[in-house]
Structures are given as structure tokens and as C-alpha cells.
């Protein structure tokens, strides 16, 4: 059974269409108008094994927020529904991931429970011109649409973009970990759902 997720997003702020298929090999065709969230999310799919394709336009002229939130939006809605009911994985996934001077954990839980824990602090406000508080702003929407616990942690770092790229390798990592099909029937939890 193919494990692809489409979602299709338009409002008065963004347009964006992203297609990932869970079984994939890491390749992707990202254009999303921000260019360092590109390769982040570049980053992701190599890195994760998923199959990533984003079209997106955005109000960027304003700034990158809504572009940025709203492709965290369709990233966790397309995964939601490429897993259907969560039945035959792992769930949960783990990741410490270094990148030079920088160490993240990055740990998550397919609940069906949206939860954020975000202790990252970068102390540059802008990577180029990304503004990096929306790195966060990013995966609350993840999280909130996908039904995903996450927990992500600085351990140490200096550079910003080492400590973003990480994160990002890390939820690539994490993520799939714990889609990961594993020999259970349907969800795995005692309740028998999520």
C-alpha cells in the first residue's frame, strides 16, 4: 500500500501544493520562494528518506511568515494522511543529530496528540534573509496538523545555521524512524486507537 500524502492549499496569503510519499528515497523538488527553508526542507527529505515535492507562493514581499507556516501546514497535513490511521509503525522516533560544534535531540511521538517543545535558541535573528524565530513558527504548524508530539532540544551550539540545519536533519531522521513499518496490527497503543 503506497504511503503519499497531497495536499493542496490556497488562501489569500499562500498558494502551495506538496506531495510526500513516506517510501521514498529522498528526493524532492522544492521551490517554495524562501530559499533557505528550501534546503531545509531539502535537508528533511535526503536525510529522512522521503520523497518531497512543494510548489509554493507566498505574500513574501510582506515577509516569509505565512509562506513558511503555511508549508508547515500542508508538510503535516500530507503526512496525517499518507499514514491513514496510524496502523503498522513504530510511532515513536529519536534522533541526536551533530553538526560540527552543535548537537540537537529531536524526539517524536505519532500521537494524534499535537504537542511542541522547542528549546533552540538561535541567537542570530536572520540567516540571510530568513528570520529565524520562524523555524519554530514552522514546526507548531507541523505538529498541530500532522498530530505529532515533538520534542526538539538544543544540547549545544553556536552557529544558527548549524543548530537549524541539524534540527531539520534530526526531524528528517526522527520522523522516519517512526514511520517505520513495524509487524502490529493497526495502531500501536494499548487503547487500541490514537
Known amino acids: 500500500m503506497e504511503r503519499k500524502g497531497f495536499v493542496a492549499r490556497k488562501t489569500a496569503e499562500t498558494a502551495i501544493e506538496l506531495q510526500v510519499d513516506l517510501d521514498g ?13 528550501d534546503h531545509m ?59 560540527d560544534e552543535t548537537l540537537v535531540r529531536v524526539v517524536v511521538d505519532i500521537s494524534n496528540r499535537p504537542f511542541l517543545h522547542y528549546d533552540a535558541v538561535v541567537t542570530e535573528q536572520k540567516l540571510g534573509t530568513f528570520d529565524t524565530a520562524l523555524a519554530k513558527e514552522f514546526f507548531r504548524a ?10 526538539i532540544d538544543l544540547l549545544h551550539g553556536e552557529n544558527g545555521h548549524h543548530i537549524i540545519e541539524a534540527i531539520f536533519k534530526g526531524f528528517g531522521r526522527a520522523m522516519h524512524s517512526a514511520t517505520t513499518r513495524i509487524a502490529v496490527e493497526g495502531a500501536l497503543s494499548s487503547k487500541g486507537c490514537l
Not at 522544492?30 to 530559499?35: D, L
Not at 535526503?46 to 515577509?63: M, P, Q, Y
Not at 507541523?142 to 520534542?151: N, W
Request: proline fraction near 1%; glycine fraction near 14%; charge should be negative.
Open 25 to 37: 528515497s529522498g528526493k524532492n523538488d522544492i521551490k517554495t520562494g524562501v530559499a533557505f527553508l
Open 142 to 151: 507541523v505538529c498541530q496538523h500532522g498530530g505529532f508530539t515533538l520534542h
Open 41 to 99: 526542507l531539502t535537508l528533511f527529505s535526503v536525510h529522512g528518506f522521503f520523497d518531497l515535492s512543494i510548489k509554493a507562493e507566498g505574500d513574501t514581499e510582506v515577509d516569509d511568515h505565512h509562506t513558511v507556516e503555511d508549508i508547515g501546514i500542508c508538510l503535516g497535513q500530507a503526512i496525517a494522511r499518507a499514514l491513514a490511521d496510524k496502523g503498522g509503525i513504530a510511532r515513536y522516533g529519536n534522533c541526536y543529530l551533530p553538526m
